[in-house]
Nanobody
Framework: QVQPVESGGGLVQPGGSLRLSCVAS????????MGWFRQAPGKEREFVAA????????YATDSVKARFTVSRDNAKMTAYLQINSLKPEDTAVYYC????????????????WGLGTQVTVSS
């Protein structure tokens, strides 16, 4: 059983930065693609970024790619999402998904979800 655990969220002013972490213990993390999603109040959960087991990166849009960086450390079984130049519209709960699959430019989510970490961007 895999239980991803996110951390690193918080309240930050516009223009600030955060690095979210996702620790996914319980299986061979290094062989798993994983993704980041977010859900803003009143909206559906949306894909943000993903990283393959070998380090290949996928971003939802070019605008996300310009400010977000997904990375991983297999030795620590941890994935990261660096977010720069935060905007109020980035306010959301950010979720980690493990054991998905990057295929043909899309990320198919796996069965394991974390409980999320809240990011609030406000002055």
């Amino acid at each position: 059983q895999v239980q991803p655990v996110e951390s690193g969220g918080g309240l930050v002013q516009p223009g600030g930065s955060l690095r979210l972490s996702c620790v996914a213990s319980g299986r061979t993390f290094s062989n798993s693609d994983m993704g980041w999603f977010r859900q803003a109040p009143g909206k559906e959960r949306e894909f943000v970024a993903a990283i393959s087991w070998s380090g290949g990166r996928l971003y939802a849009t070019d605008s996300v790619k310009a400010r977000f960086t997904v990375s991983r450390d297999n030795a620590k079984m941890t994935a990261y999402l660096q977010i720069n130049s935060l905007k109020p519209e980035d306010t959301a709960v950010y979720y980690c998904n493990v054991d998905g699959h990057i295929n043909l430019g899309a990320y198919d989510s796996g069965p394991y979800w974390g409980l999320g970490t809240q990011v609030t961007v406000s002055s």
